[in-house]
């Protein structure tokens, strides 16, 4: 179960911290569809969307996912991992044209339509780097996502540390696509893990130009 009263997104940022251990108690699955919901609301370039996600739950899948992502005990603990992945053929099979027709209900004009049409294959068939741009897009759900979680009482880890390969094959995933990140979602185990702290802004935040400390 979640909290009865969500947290405001201050406290959800604040108090978030990346949760070592898992107890198994299940995510309701309105609240995973709050959580998708959430991150199917991200911007993206173009509005492409070029993220997909998988589910995994069954204690099977996670045993498996586990194994795919150098034994981490809290992929097989938590009740439920979203494996946020990007599509490098999106795009090509059929994405933009749901991306026009979204676009035209909501207002889009004729000739901005058009301009995309022309555009975005250009931009997306030609770019230098389609991981990377994959991974721009993809973490901003996967983000928001993790937000919308904290916000409704879960407790979250995201995960870089797992075998791309292997969790394809796990997963069945198409070859046109990338996995980006893991989020366990469910209910801290046992202790927090420690804060780790922030950088200050002095050290990573500049005002106007580079090395000019921003005052308030
Ligand atoms: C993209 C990303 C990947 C991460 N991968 C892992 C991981 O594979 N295993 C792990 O235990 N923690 C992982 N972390 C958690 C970080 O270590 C953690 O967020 C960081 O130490 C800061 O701690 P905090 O989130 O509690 O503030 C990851 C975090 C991010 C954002």
Redesign the pocket.
């Known amino acids: 179960m979640a909290n009865l009263v969500e947290k405001t997104l201050t406290q959800a940022i604040e108090q ?5 251990s898992f107890d198994g108690v299940p995510v309701p699955a309105t609240d995973l569809k709050k959580i998708l919901e959430a991150g199917l609301h991200a911007p993206s370039g173009y509005n492409m969307q070029p993220w997909r996600f998988v589910v995994v739950s069954t204690p099977e899948q996670r045993r498996r996912l586990r194994g795919a ?2 034994n ?1 005990a ?1 992929i097989e603990e938590a009740p439920m991992v979203i494996v946020a992945c990007g599509d490098a053929d999106g795009w090509r099979s059929g994405d933009l044209e749901e991306m026009l027709r979204l676009g035209r209900e909501g207002g889009m004009t004729e000739n901005y339509a058009e301009q995309a049409a022309m555009t975005i294959p250009e931009y997306l068939g030609n770019h230098p780097n389609l991981p990377a741009w994959l991974n721009k897009q993809v ?1 901003l759900a ?1 983000t928001t996502m993790m937000l919308m979680a904290e916000v409704l009482g879960y407790d979250t ?6 075998e791309a390969d292997k969790v394809a094959e796990v997963l069945k995933l198409p070859l046109s696509y990338q996995v980006v ?2 989020l366990a979602i469910g209910h801290l185990k046992g202790q927090e ?4 702290g ?1 950088f200050s802004m002095a050290r990573t935040v500049f005002d106007g130009e580079y090395g000019k400390p921003l005052r308030f």
Do not use: D, H, I
């Open positions: 978030r911290r990346a949760t070592p992502s150098f981490q809290k973490m996967f880890a995201p995960m870089e540390g797992f990140a893991l893990k420690f804060n780790g922030r």
